[in-house]
Structure formats: structure tokens, C-alpha cells
């Protein structure tokens, strides 16, 4: 469920998180699978389809967003800007970014932008899952981008274990060295609060990661 509370804004479950009030009820958690599911779509794959104008950095008014969305779906007739805000800030993962009143996806993206993350205090270590069948060829060639525009790194181990997991059981994690890719010239950045960009990675900044 997508809720609001009066003292502490948007939240997801049963109840606000901090004071244990239930809040004003926005969405279900169907509801809030379809709207995120179609928002994810527009905002990272096709603008166009949805006749919405986006600019260079991936940004498209939240309101015309809403609209736009009510009118493709009849299930949808209730959507309204806030909702789209309720589920853009409450997102655990930072999915979503808001500028005033726009909103864009801040990674994930098929289409060309300028994103212009913050590219400072980036971790040491980064990590990235691979296949078995993967690994040896990302050691020898390095990581490119294969159906998004960028590479996709996670901040953690855990963290690229859990989006390996998703295509194979047992996923090889990679670790990159991004002290030394920076300095030899690879730009990186912070696209959420575990997902990092960049736009390939040479395989001379990676090895296997074995804890």
C-alpha cells in the first residue's frame, strides 16, 4: 500500500514507518505495480508512444505525465500528479528524481540523455554481477552496455548479488577498482542510492570478488 501521512509525507506498507499512523490511503500495491511498471516504461524507453515531450536530462512534467497515463488506461482514471510524486519519493530504491515540477527516471534509461549525476565521492569498490558463461569474457573484453545506454554498477556486494540473482542462481560477482578507472580516465556516476553509471568499464579495473 501507498499511503500519506500528515507529519511525515509518503509512505509504502501498512502504516507510516516513523509514528505508526495509517495515514491517508493513496494505493495498492496492484495499483501501484501498474502505475510504476508504465511510469518505468515512459520515462526510461518511450516518451513518444505517450505524445510527451522530455528534455535532455530525462525530464517530463509530472502533470502531463498523469494525464498522459489516464488517458492510455481506463484503470487509471483516478491518477493524479500527487500520485505520481507518492510513488517517486517513497521509492526504496531512488527509481525516480523530482525537479520542481517534473520527474525523470535516474537510471535504467534505452534512450540517449544527458543525466548529469554527481560524479564525486564515488566508493571505492564497485560491483557487478555476471553469469558463469559471462564472467571470463567480461574479464578479458570489460563490462559494456547491453540494452541500456550505460553500465550499470551496484554499490555493494550484496546489493549486485541481488540484481545478478535475478537471471541465475548463483551469479560471479565482479569488482572493480574505481580508484584506479577514474584516474585512468573513466568517468562514474552516482545515478541512485546504490546504482552507479558509467559508460563502459576496461577489464583491467576488474576481478572476481571473493569476499
Known sequence: M?????EHGYFRGDCCPLCGEEGKFLMSDEEMEKVGRTMAGILRHFPER?????????????????????????????????????????DPKGRYAISNDKVRATYG??????????TANIPEKLFYPATPEEAEIILEMGIMPSDRKMVHLSKTYEDAFAVGSIRVDEPIILEIDTVSAIAGGVTISQAARTVYLCREMPPQYLRVYHG
Not at 53 to 60: A, R, S
Not at 109 to 118: N, R
Open 2 to 6: 501507498l499511503g500519506e501521512c500528515e
Open 50 to 90: 505517450f505524445n510527451l515531450e522530455m528534455d535532455e536530462q530525462g525530464y517530463v512534467s509530472i502533470r502531463d505525465l498523469a494525464a498522459a497515463m489516464r488517458e492510455n488506461s481506463r484503470r487509471l482514471h483516478w491518477l493524479r500528479p500527487h500520485h505520481i510524486v507518492a510513488l517517486a519519493e517513497s
Open 109 to 118: 534509461h534505452t534512450i540517449d540523455l544527458d543525466l548529469q549525476h554527481p
